[in-house]
T-cell receptor, first 116, second 110 residues
Framework: DTAVSQTPKYLVTQMGNDKSIKCEQN?????MYWYKQDSKKFLKIMFSYNNKELIINETVPNRFSPKSPDKAHLNLHINSLELGDSAVYFCASSQDVNSPSLDEQYFGPGTRLTVT | GEDVEQSLFLSVREGDSSVINCTYT??????LYWYKQEPGAGLQLLTYIFSNMDMKQDQRLTVLLNKKDKHLSLRIADTQTGDSAIYFC??????????FGGGTRLMVKP
């Protein structure tokens, strides 16, 4: 059973389009995240979200918005796609962002987005 | 990541030890991590160390933390070809968001 899954695995689209990437976790975790990995393999946090709080990395353009229909899902919606948005996007989840113990994040397999 | 730095590349021979180094600037983190990313795959947590520890050993993996120098290292003993991957160090921030280094690509030669 896949713990954190993402769809689609690959997404090719044109500049200016709006697209969504879906993420689902079946671990019963309370917190989910989105990360962006660029072509040089740099990984950057974009969002942290649980049912109480959304934390946004200040460098993320407001064209990006997380949407959570329920605790098991955190989808990433991107408006007006730009060439620089091309990257691999990883979803992750963890048990509880406020847990005093190790709060391991489990990562999805990634979605490779190519904007042409 | 600008405040977490790693060397880009490391090449070792099978059976040798590998040492991957990482430096960071944020001293407020509770945990520091090592993640492994194999080609075309997501990230897998290898090991972690609590910030008040200076060493942790887990089978072939040894993590050393020098908090004064803000230096973290990962030693892999008896490196195997299956260890070839990109290794990321990371630390947690507010909201448990991770800040990653740029990754070190480890190549293991037979």
């Amino acid at each position: 059973d896949t713990a954190v899954s993402q769809t689609p695995k690959y997404l090719v689209t044109q500049m200016g389009n709006d697209k969504s990437i879906k993420c689902e976790q079946n671990l019963g975790h309370d917190t989910m995240y989105w990360y962006k990995q660029d072509s040089k393999k740099f990984l950057k946090i974009m969002f942290s979200y649980n049912n109480k709080e959304l934390i946004i990395n200040e460098t993320v353009p407001n064209r990006f918005s997380p949407k959570s229909p329920d605790k098991a899902h955190l989808n990433l919606h991107i408006n007006s796609l730009e060439l620089g948005d091309s990257a691999v996007y990883f979803c992750a989840s963890s048990q509880d962002v406020n847990s005093p113990s190790l709060d391991e994040q489990y990562f999805g397999p990634g979605t490779r987005l190519t904007v042409t | 990541g600008e405040d977490v730095e790693q060397s880009l590349f490391l090449s070792v021979r099978e059976g040798d030890s590998s040492v991957i180094n990482c430096t960071y600037t944020d001293s407020s983190s509770t945990y520091l991590y090592w993640y492994k990313q194999e080609p075309g795959a997501g990230l897998q947590l290898l090991t972690y160390i609590f910030s008040n520890m200076d060493m942790k050993q887990d089978q072939r993996l040894t993590v050393l933390l020098n908090k004064k120098d803000k230096h973290l290292s990962l030693r892999i003993a008896d490196t195997q070809t299956g260890d070839s991957a990109i290794y990321f160090c990371a630390h947690n921030n507010a909201g448990n968001m991770l800040t990653f280094g740029g990754g070190t690509r480890l190549m293991v030669k037979p």
